[in-house]
């Protein structure tokens, strides 16, 4: 016996891997950039731990519930189109089963084949043909608030940890081009790492987040030495 085929796609872990970049992304930049503002500006070590813990926690708890909110709106979303979907169903099943026909003719089916294959998966399930054919919801792509939110609550805390530990561990004289350094290098590694786990080039996805990243350090590092400078 031949052995089954089985493909594997990436659009079945776009969902997660979305909320879990973006998260690390936001944690390297903005604690990133949070530390080497309060550093231009000449903090104590003492405050610059405290400033860095603060933006950790406060940047986590605030991705867990912004990343929460707006996945829970779509379900919300989602859920009323499949509402309205089976009323519509349940008032005009013959309607619907058009409906689906015609979209299979839209799609490049002869109208016969169509008008089969509509009868044959409302027969089998008509919501779910409606829901993945006409609405574009599927188990794939739905929504998954609490999901998004741990992830994106994780991975920041994850990518905040980096220039945290840095600010530890780096002695003071080298502590903004050790931050600097450091976090450009990981958001490098972490825009190559998502852009190969998407199917897009590694190159260009680090040279984006990179870029990115580097202009929200040193606009905040220059804005925390022009405040040093005129507070001094």
Known sequence: MRPKHREHHRTARIAWLRAAVLGANDGIVSTGSLLLGVAAAHAAPETLLATGIAGLVAGAMSMAAGEYVSVHSQADSEAAELEQERRELAADRGGEDRELAA???????????????????????????????????????????????????????????????????????????????????????????????????????????????????AVTAGVGALWGTTVA
């Open 103 to 217: 979209i299979y003719v839209g799609r490049g089916l002869e109208p016969a084949l169509a008008k089969q294959v509509a009868e044959q998966l409302m027969a089998h399930d008509a919501l779910g043909a409606h829901a993945r054919d006409e609405l574009g919801i599927t188990d794939t792509f739905s929504a998954r608030p609490i999901q998004a939110a741990l992830a994106s609550a994780a991975s920041f805390a994850v990518g905040a940890a980096q220039p945290l530990l840095v600010t530890v561990l780096a002695p003071g004289a080298y502590l903004i081009p050790a931050l600097a350094g450091t976090s450009l290098v990981f958001l490098a590694v972490l825009g190559a790492l998502a852009a190969r786990a998407g199917g897009a080039g590694m190159a260009v996805g680090a040279l984006r987040v990179t870029f990115w990243g580097a202009l929200a350090m």
